[in-house]
């Protein structure tokens, strides 16, 4: 079930970095200055390469690679997630209402993204070979 929520999520979050990226580069591109329509492509970028982390997780929870590993690479998975809505979701914030207070929540996200990729390696340390 749990991979199965992460495979759902992932498609939802590529479909939505596909849509902002098209509306950053056709709706925003004359409506923000150039930094702020930076800031808003940098939130799509890192939301691209995030969903594609939690597609991994997803995948590689199908496998039985020991209980110890799922439980990190499901970690991982929700540390991306929450990275994603904090990183990506207070850029998106910013850009298109200029209001500061945003800029706060993105390192918070950044962390949750170091955090998710230690957790992720740390889950391939601890893959078992799969048995046939």
Do not use: D, R
């Not at 800031?39 to 982390?53: C, D, N, P, R």
């Not at 200029?98 to 391939?124: E, M, N, R, V």
């Amino acid at each position: 079930m749990k991979s199965k929520a992460l495979l759902i999520f992932s498609g939802l979050s590529a479909m939505v970095a596909v849509i902002f990226g098209a509306f950053a580069a056709h709706a925003l591109k004359g409506q923000l200055s150039e930094y702020l329509l930076g800031v808003f492509e940098t939130g799509v970028q890192y939301q691209f390469i995030h969903t594609l982390a939690i597609l991994a997780c997803g995948i590689l929870l199908q496998l039985k690679l020991g209980l110890k590993s799922q439980k990190y690479f499901f970690i991982a998975a929700i540390c991306f997630i929450i990275g994603i809505l904090c990183f990506s979701g207070s850029l998106y914030a910013l850009a298109l209402t200029g209001i500061k207070w945003f800029g706060p929540i993105t390192p918070l996200g950044g962390l949750l993204f170091i955090i998710g990729w230690g957790a992720f390696s740390f889950a391939a340390l601890n893959i078992n070979e799969v048995t046939k």
